[in-house]
Nanobody
Framework: QVQLVESGGGLVQRGGSLRLSCAAS????????MRWYRQAPGKQREFVAV???????NYADSVKGRFTISGDNTKNTVYLQMNNLQPEDTAVYYC???????????????WGQGTQVTVSS
């Protein structure tokens, strides 16, 4: 059983920074893709950033230049460094990791429990 544990959310003022972490525990052969999503009150969950096992990254336009995603393949951990935070970044942030339990099984999706990020004006 694979579980994702997130940490690092909190309350910050406009212009501030936070760093989110998401670690996978349990037996997993390989994590191939790591993503962050967020969901603001009354809105649908939206994509924030992605990093592949090879280090290729992509970001939502709304966070480009402010957020940086990184990963540690040896620890099955993904990070999201968030700088110059704005009130519109307020949301619950969810980690998603896509990987294989064994070398012969296809990828499966795993989700974290979510961590609240609140940016005050």
């Amino acid at each position: 059983q694979v579980q994702l544990v997130e940490s690092g959310g909190g309350l910050v003022q406009r212009g501030g920074s936070l760093r989110l972490s998401c670690a996978a525990s349990g037996s997993v052969f390989r994590i191939n893709i790591m993503r962050w999503y967020r969901q603001a009150p009354g809105k649908q969950r939206e994509f924030v950033a992605v990093i592949t096992r090879g280090g290729i990254t992509n970001y939502a336009d709304s966070v480009k230049g402010r957020f940086t995603i990184s990963g540690d393949n040896t620890k099955n951990t993904v990070y999201l460094q968030m700088n110059n935070l704005q009130p519109e970044d307020t949301a619950v942030y969810y980690c998603n990791q896509q990987g294989q339990l064994t070398s012969t099984l296809p990828d499966r999706d795993y989700w974290g429990q979510g961590t609240q990020v609140t940016v005050s004006s």
